[in-house]
């Protein structure tokens, strides 16, 4: 079985502060991918990486960046958090030549 | 520009009380439509991958086919475990994947 795994469940921070989301797959996957889901907008895709050190912008990129030193690690980095940022944070992964995601358990932000 | 659209946004049935969903999308160059189930505060399920027109799938309760321009999820004779909310997305060429916003599914005993 795919396993998606990501550093914590649940997270609160303050305004400001610098947040590191982690997550991991051991399925050896080329593609990661990291989504927020709001309530009435569903999922959207923040960055992506097709393989090691590379990284794309999706479709809300602005106050997020990302690292992909390891395959099978992704992370998420909030600069300096603020309260629109507070949401449900998903990773992905998915192997090359299959187009079918899989996703991790999610980690709950929220920023006061 | 790709579009998803699913309906309905909500979905209350009785337990036994089969029904479909029904995901509507656009897209040039189809190369996968994908069925997750999502259970509050967890990430989605793969359920399915459908590819092309005419093909089925089938998981115990649920049954999933493709048309050249929607998707039907069908549920036979739901449980109350069946409740959740359905999302269906799509796959083009290089492009990433595109989520609809789910159906929420309610199964009352």
């Known amino acids: 079985d795919v396993k998606v795994t990501q550093s914590s469940r649940y997270l609160v921070k303050r305004t400001g502060e610098k947040v590191f989301l982690e997550c991991v797959q051991d399925?050896?996957?080329?593609?990661m991918f990291w989504y927020r889901q709001d309530p009435g907008l569903g999922l959207r895709l923040i960055y992506f990486s097709y393989d090691v050190k590379m990284k794309e912008k999706g479709d809300i990129p602005e106050g997020y960046s990302v690292s992909r030193e390891k395959k099978e690690r992704f992370s998420l980095i909030l600069e300096s958090a603020s309260t629109n940022q507070t949401s449900m944070y998903l990773c992905?992964?998915?192997?090359?030549?299959?187009?079918?995601?899989?996703f991790g358990p999610g980690t709950r932000l929220t920023v006061t | 520009e790709d579009q998803v659209t699913q309906s309905p946004e909500a979905l209350r049935l009785q337990e036994g009380e089969s029904s479909s969903l029904n995901c509507s999308y656009t897209?040039?160059?189809?190369?996968?439509l994908f069925w997750y189930r999502q259970d509050p505060g967890k990430g989605p399920e793969f359920l399915f991958t459908l590819y092309s027109a005419g093909e089925e799938k089938e998981k115990e309760r649920l049954k999933a086919t493709l048309t050249k321009k929607e998707s039907f999820l069908h549920i036979t004779a739901p449980k109350p475990e069946d409740s959740a909310t359905y999302l269906c997305a799509v796959q083009a060429a290089n492009t990433p994947l595109v989520f609809g916003k789910g159906t929420r599914l309610s199964v009352i005993a």
């Open positions: 399925m050896d996957h080329e593609n």
């Open positions: 897209v040039s160059g189809l190369r996968g």
């Open positions: 992905a992964s998915r192997s090359v030549g299959h187009y079918e995601q899989y």
